[in-house]
């Protein structure tokens, strides 16, 4: 599943490699500590929005512009999601090697698989289907 | 169950910790933590080796990218790690133990994960390199450090920057 939290802190990472600054850096001039912020950056940990703001000044970059990129990033995953071929190899590979169970007990264990199809690969992409099952790897 | 384990020990401090305790903070029966687990010693070693293994795959990601933020990021983790801190105030003499280095099993380990932090950042990850790196890194399970930041630049600049050439007999 795609997190947003995971988005952003993927744009902040972004933004400071590109500025060829350390985590030490920003996070002293953000005045966050080196662990919270790598634990932002990694996307384990929420940050707030006073956080996110010191961050984005720490870094010299708008908010706007890290939301904007982190929206643009949403897009494509969510198109790549429901593509046709959409299903990655792995998931491709799942559906097909094993029977098909219908046991309660195996549909939980693959909560956002695509509805348990026995034909090998959707025609068309499913228009109910979430982002989750291509993002989540 | 280890992550109850280490709140357990924020919590209580280790030797007030039961079996139970740690179960119910990690929201399972006894008889499960039992399954797995003999004593909560077995419990304890089971949650260091899994934080470890935890903050230096961290770390790795962060070497590859700079050096001194990786040292620095073990440094801080271990500094104000609540569980440690819990026991640094209860329980001295354990965190005493758990700092003193040899040449035991978990201790060849932690010099792994050293090694490999070393490693992906391109660093020398010679014998001696990895026992200054380790050192100072265990100086903060006993106590939290103040300007760690700044302490591992220091420390990284002095490192040796390439591998030594091995010698060939």
């Known amino acids: 599943m795609v997190l947003l939290r995971g988005l952003i802190g993927e744009v902040l990472r972004r933004h400071r490699q590109r500025q060829s600054r350390t985590l030490r850096e920003v996070s002293a001039a953000a005045r966050v500590s080196l662990g919270y912020l790598s634990e932002v950056e990694r996307g384990r940990k929420e940050a ?19 939301l904007r ?8 995953l969510e198109r790549a999601a429901l593509a046709p071929i959409g299903f990655t190899p792995t998931t491709a590979a799942r559906t097909v090697a094993p029977k098909p169970s219908r046991t309660p007990a195996v549909a939980t264990l693959r909560p956002f698989e695509p509805v348990a199809t026995p034909a090998r690969r959707p025609a068309a992409p ?9 993002v989540a790897a | 169950m280890l992550d109850g384990a280490v709140r357990a020990v924020e919590k209580h401090g280790a030797r007030r910790t039961t079996m139970a305790d740690i179960a119910t903070l990690a929201g399972i029966a006894k008889g499960t933590l039992y399954n797995h687990f003999r004593a909560k010693e077995a419990v304890f070693a089971a949650a260091v080796d899994a934080g470890m293994t ?26 104000t790690h609540p569980a440690l801190r819990r026991l640094a105030t209860d ?4 965190l005493s133990a758990m700092t003193t280095i040899d040449d035991s099993e978990p201790w060849e380990r932690a010099r792994g994960s050293v ?3 070393l490693d992906a950042s391109g660093r020398d990850s010679s014998v001696p390199t990895v026992e200054v790196v380790l050192r100072w890194l265990v100086s903060f399970v006993g106590a939290p450090g103040r300007e760690v930041e700044a302490q591992a630049s220091v420390l990284v600049k002095a490192l040796p920057i390439q591998s030594q050439p091995q010698l060939q007999f």
């Open chain 2, 91 to 94: 329980e001295p003499a354990t």
């Open chain 1, 69 to 76: 990129e982190v929206s643009d990033e949403l897009v494509a």
């Open chain 1, 48 to 66: 707030s929005s006073e956080l996110l703001a010191s961050i984005c000044h720490a870094l010299g970059i708008s908010l706007a512009e890290v």
């Open chain 2, 115 to 117: 090694k490999s932090i």
């Open chain 2, 54 to 79: 935890a903050l230096t795959e961290e770390c790795i990601t962060v070497a590859t990218d700079d050096l001194a933020d990786a040292l620095a990021l073990a440094a801080d983790r271990l500094g």
């Open chain 1, 126 to 134: 499913v228009a109910s289907l979430s982002v989750a099952p291509v």
